[in-house]
Structures are given as C-alpha cells and as structure tokens.
C-alpha cells in the first residue's frame, strides 16, 4: 500500500488539505476486508447513507464497509449495484416523480441512464482514509476547497496535456462524481449534494474530485510535477497594491498633515 501513502502525502504537501483523501474499494470477497473494519448495522446498531460512510473515512479515520443492508438512501443502493432497478416496476414509478424533471417520459429515460455498476456484481462498498487503507482503492475520493482542486487540475493537466470533462448534477454527488470513475477510468468533479451537507455535515464549501485506478500513475506524476515546480497551493496568494490611487481628498487631508501623496481620482458626483 506505498502508492496510497505517496499519494496521501503529496496531496497534504500539495494543497495543505486538513482531512486526508479516501480510499474506495468494490468488494466481491469479503475475506479481503481489514480487520479494523466497521460494519453499520452489525457493529452500530444503526443504518446510514454512503456518505456519511464516506464523512467518517474522511474526518474520522475509519474503515467502514457498507452492505446492502447498511444503506439509508436510494441512490447509492442503484448506482453501486446493490440493487437493481427497472423501469415500470412499483419502486421505478416511487422514483419518477421526486426525480426532480417535469417530463415523465424525460425522467424515466434520466433514471435509467444514471451511471451504475451492474446489478449484483458486488457484495459492498469498503472506504478508509488514503494514508492508512489497507488495500489498493478503485478510486481515491478527495473533498478539497475551489482552490485547491485549481492547483490539483494543474498537476493533472501537466500528464494529460488537455483539460478535464465532467458532468454535474444537484443531487446524487455519490453517484455521479463516482461512478464514471469506476465504469469509465474518468476524472470526476462534483459538488456536496444536499444529504451530503444536511446528513453527512460535509461543508457548502467542498468540492470533490473522484480518481479512477487507471490514473493513479498518472495522478501521482502530476502532483510530483508540481512540488518539483514549486506550485503548492501555498504558492499562490492575492498581491496587494500598495501606495494605492485614493480619492482626492485623502491626498489634501494628508498635505495638511505633513504626510505624502500619491495617485488620486475624483469621486463622481460627490
């Protein structure tokens, strides 16, 4: 597990981000889960949705597993195939008027084409902090700030040598911020949905990028590339102008005063 560590700490070193990113695992053999591992509802007494599974990986430092028993939300139970959902059945008609699209006929064809891995292909979804995952992720969740996923894209742009593509969406950040990293090997960006803020208490302010395993490599190469720069997120920071342009009268009230002048503009209408 060095790369998870190289990778924690280039990103800590990087962006200086307070909590350390996740690690997440598709599980098929439960015998691979660490023996640290928390189960929600067998080792709580309590079910929660994923991302609260992910708040106490990220800000917690746990490793937790979640069945398809644990959940306490939808979305996730499709998307991570725990379920399988289809269209004309009693739970795919409880969907289609909430989905938040005014069109039945467009909000049938939305749900069906949410990003998802196939139905039953796997048992649960393990999460832990990157630094300390005892096992090689799928994908690397990070929740960052707007600024410092700027600098991460720069780190990634020096491999790829384009910019990144992604969809957004209100709800279902677990979803669409993951999925594709998973089916399709893709960067993604997304923003906390509203379960994230209101059940998970993750900030307004976050912004999550997902990492598939196929880039890991090439994740790693970017951020080297850029402590070799020097172009940490601490490298970058407002310039003040100083002897700023005033209005006129600071200039006549500091003449009187024996103090210097400077650049000077009039207020308009004043």
């Not at 598709?26 to 309590?46: A, C, H, S, V």
């Not at 900030?203 to 880039?215: G, Q």
Request: aromatic share 10%; charged share 25%.
């Amino acid at each position: 597990m060095e790369q998870n560590k190289r990778i924690s700490d280039l990103l800590k070193n990087t962006i200086g981000q307070r909590y350390d990113a996740m690690a997440l695992k598709m599980i098929r053999d439960e015998t691979e889960l660490p023996k640290n591992t928390i189960y929600p509802l067998r080792d709580l007494g309590q079910h929660m949705s994923l991302c609260q599974a992910f708040a106490l990986s990220r800000r917690e430092g746990k490793t937790v597993y979640m069945q398809k028993q644990d959940h306490w939300c939808w979305a996730p139970l499709i998307a991570y195939g725990m379920v399988e959902l289809k269209k004309g059945t009693p739970e795919f008609n409880e969907l289609l008027p909430v989905i938040g699209i005014n069109d039945p006929d467009a909000a049938a064809a939305f749900i069906e084409n949410m990003p998802h891995l196939p139905a039953g292909a796997y048992k649960g979804i393990l999460t832990a902090p990157l630094g300390a995952a005892e096992f090689e992720p799928d994908a690397i969740v990070i929740n960052c700030r707007n600024a410092e996923l700027r600098t991460i894209l720069m780190g990634i742009k020096t491999q790829t040598g384009t910019t990144m593509k992604t969809e957004f969406d209100a709800i279902d950040s677990c979803v669409w911020g993951i999925i594709p990293s998973l089916t399709k090997d893709e960067y993604r960006v997304s923003f906390p949905d509203p379960g994230d803020f209101t059940n998970a208490n993750t900030s307004e302010n976050d912004v999550i990028l997902s990492v598939p395993k196929a880039r890991f490599e090439e994740f790693e190469k970017g951020l080297n590339s850029l402590n070799f720069m020097g172009m940490k997120h601490s490298f970058f920071h407002m310039n003040m102008e100083y002897d700023f342009a005033r209005p006129t009268f600071y200039n006549n009230m500091f003449r009187a005063w024996g103090l210097d002048e400077g650049k000077s503009y009039a207020i308009p209408n004043f």
